[in-house]
């Protein structure tokens, strides 16, 4: 940064966005500097993704311009956007699997008729750009065959290769083990000495931090601030993007753990292709107690959870609820299966909420009785819509959900208005074994607080509680044990007083041997 | 564009209307081509379909087929599944129907003959439909392929069935021997002679019976939560712990049950006989029926009428304007079936812009 000193690569001046009544930004104004790494932190709904897609062409600002490099520029599609050298790298990966990675880089930009010719050029260009950035990767390499933290520095590979000099990162670390997100922050350091510029969007505030030169706060679709890195606290951050203070240690019953709830033993899964999802599972979960189970998403932790709550059979092992064998019975399929787990006693809020925790296109109060439906029928198998509508008003006060209209469709809420729908139907239920899949995936700071009270206060009740989550803070906020997965297999078992991000990034990865 | 955006009002009434009302605009520039005046067709249609008591009345003879294969394919469609099959659910349940007939019509007094005729509709209807629904259920085997295919056999099979076995010896039309008159469904106008000798029956009455039947099953029972939990999110339905296979089983029973109960209008409502091809496409109407009126109750009930009105008032239609061959009909139904099926959504993005615009 010392090398450009404080001149600007982006400026925005006013930027107004509207989608109907909802103000997604509202007179934004920020400087980006040339050669930084400058941090976009906010709630979820803050405008960031907004303004990130204006800059990238995506959408046309309502009022307000967007100056590169001291000059005001109209960008009207994202082809114009990377034209002027701006890249985007997006949560979810734009690859095609089955493609090799110099395949990847090319879609696009292929470079005439004869492929092969300006595949070769590519290829050597590709090499250059790997050992300049210090970029580990194999052009030749096919796309499913690569880490989830590889394919990510593809996606930076793609925009170096189209010669990109700002970069936006949108949540780069949400899929990455500790020791891919050290690395990934090396290539982003080296990337600034080459003189780009990076945005990185994140709501881990740890890494902003760690590698950001400024921070921009957005709350509300506004910027509440833009303070230096260096002169800045986590807890300042916070407090900025939610506008109150934010507790950091919730209060817990000391650590009481009970009669033991669930027991697994030697549980193994394969899936119809004899791949091994699961070998060897094996722990204890006692009342009164969270266990969380760290690890990257994809190592087998939601098939864990699918198994525990009914909705997947396991291949063998033996798994007792309450001293009994759960009943996963005779049957090909877990078909109806979830019923009598739940009737057992077992709760599951499922990691996937769009996906298995709700229907989009019901009333909150229709899913708010989801997976209860029979318990709330009368002899003729009618429902009393009152009594109903009486339990969701109760409970949409008690847990808070806004707005507070049980018969608005709750794919109209927000992701955390969700949650909390999902969770309080779970919590209701009284169960002795709650299982819980990333309980605030896609939900903001201030949701983030209620959701891990409440699930503080399910444990000081009695309530045995399985927790998956690749959130790190999540798991030392929470948990009384943790369980580190990887690739199926359970690698390590800290205690809450033993936590270490290294040693449980290192088990992460798999490394528990060495 | 999703509709979800606009509010109930404008996609439960705006927007059928709208495609209705292309649909005959479309339909009147045809007319027009023909060389007749679109007005004064309509003029006619709606004369001697809804303003004539004795047209309304077959009008809404017609409406009572019409409102069962709607409501099969609407409580399929609640699940998820399309069921294009009702055309030979409904043909098999005819076969049902008269099995039971020739069976008993000569043992049986009217007012048990009567139920259990309706009950072997239902039952072969049902049946027909069951095989698909468990090979969707258990095999993954998609429904509209093999309930299309279940047509093709139903139609063979019931030639078969027709010409080998139930044509009386020394008949020429391919159908079955009447039935005795005990067996006929009582007309209305032995209470509304207004109605005139129509065929209008008491199946019009058992059509808004299961209309209102079908309401509250899907709406208000623990059962219909499950129904439209699986039609609407089949992970989150299995994850509630609803048996998906049994859901998609039990739900075709019903769908074919539904288009089976059709053919006791056709049948025991007017020709008391069974004759090859009386479905004449009733299978087929429902789908539209069922995409127009969006699966509600009332919606079915609605273009079960317009389509009824539609045959009548073209069959009326067809002889005054001889311009106008009676295919029209067909062809005014293929135009609701694109408008209001196929481009259901057409206008729903520029409506939500008005509104937005409106909002500011």
Known sequence: MNNHPMQPAVEFRNISKHFGAVKANTDVNFTIAKGSIHGLVGENGAGKSTLMSILYGYYKADGGEILL??????????????????????????????????????????????????????????????????LDVDPLATIHDLSVGAQQRVEILKQIYRSANILILDEPTAVLTAQETASLFEILRLFKDQGKTIVLITHKLQEILDITDTVTVMRGGRVIGAVPTAGTTKEELA??????????????????????????????????????????IGFTLRAGEIVAIAGVSGNGQSE?????SGMRLPTSGKIAFLGKDLPYGKGHDADGLPRTFRELGIAHIPEDRLRNGVVKNFSVMHNTILGYQDKLKNRWGLFNFKAIAARCADLMKTFDVRPANGDLRIGLLSGGNQQKVVIAREVLAQPKLMLVGQPTRGVDIGTIESIHKQLLALRDSGVAILLVSVELEEVRALADRILVMCGGVITGELKIEEFDTTRIGLLMGGMHKS | MNNNDLPRWATAFV??????????????????????????????????????????????FYASTFIFTGLSVSIAMQAGLFN?????????????????????????????LIPVAIGGAALFGGLWALLPGYLQAKRGSHIVVTTIMFNFIAASLMNFIIVKYLIPAGQESTS???????????????????????PLNVSFLLAIVALAIYGVMVWRSSWGFKLRATGLNQHAAHYA??????????????????????????????????????VGGAGFVGIAIALMGRQHPVGIFLSAVLFGALIQGGFDLSLEKPNIPTETFIFIQGLIILFCGAMENFYAPAISAMLKRRKG
């Not at chain 1, 701006?86 to 090319?106: A, K, S, W, Y």
């Not at chain 1, 697994?264 to 699961?278: F, T, W």
């Not at chain 1, 864990?304 to 525990?308: F, N, Q, V």
């Not at chain 2, 059928?16 to 005046?37: D, T």
């Open chain 2, 241 to 278: 712990g609803i048996r998906i296979s049994k859901m998609i089983i039990t739900v075709m029973l019903i769908s074919g049950a539904l288009a089976g109960l059709g053919s006791v209008n056709s049948i025991m409502g007017s020709t008391h006989y069974l004759s090859m091809n009386f």
């Open chain 1, 304 to 308: 864990l959870m699918e198994i525990l």
């Open chain 1, 69 to 134: 490099d001291g000059h005001v520029q109209p960008i009207r599609n994202s082809q114009e956007a990377i034209r002027l050298g701006i890249g985007m790298v997006h949560q979810h990966f734009m690859l095609v699997e089955n493609m090799t990675v110099l395949d990847n880089v090319m879609l696009g930009s292929e470079g005439g008729f004869k492929l092969s010719a300006h595949r070769a050029a590519t290829e050597a260009k590709l090499r250059e750009i790997c050992t300049r950035y210090k």
């Open chain 2, 176 to 198: 079955s021997r009447a039935f005795a008159d005990i067996g006929a469904m009582p007309r209305l106008n032995t209470w509304f002679p207004i109605l005139g000798e129509t």
């Open chain 1, 239 to 280: 407090n900025m993007m939610v506008g109150r203070p934010i507790e950091n240690n919730l209060p817990r019953a000391p650590y009481n753990p009970g009669a033991p709830v669930l027991h697994v033993e030697s549980l193994q899964l394969q899936d119809d292709q004899q791949v091994k999802l699961l070998r060897d």
């Open chain 2, 84 to 112: 294009i099959g009702s055309e030979g659910q409904m043909y098999i349940g005819g076969l049902g129907l008269t099995l039971a007939m020739l069976a008993f019509d000569s043992s049986l007094p009217g007012w048990a």
């Open chain 2, 15 to 60: 927007l059928p209307v709208l495609n209705l009302l292309s649909a005959m605009l479309v339909a009147a520039l045809v007319i027009y081509l023909l060389g007749e005046s679109p007005s004064e067709s309509l003029g006619i249609l709606v004369n001697s379909a809804i303003l004539n008591p004795e047209g309304l009345s077959y009008t809404l």
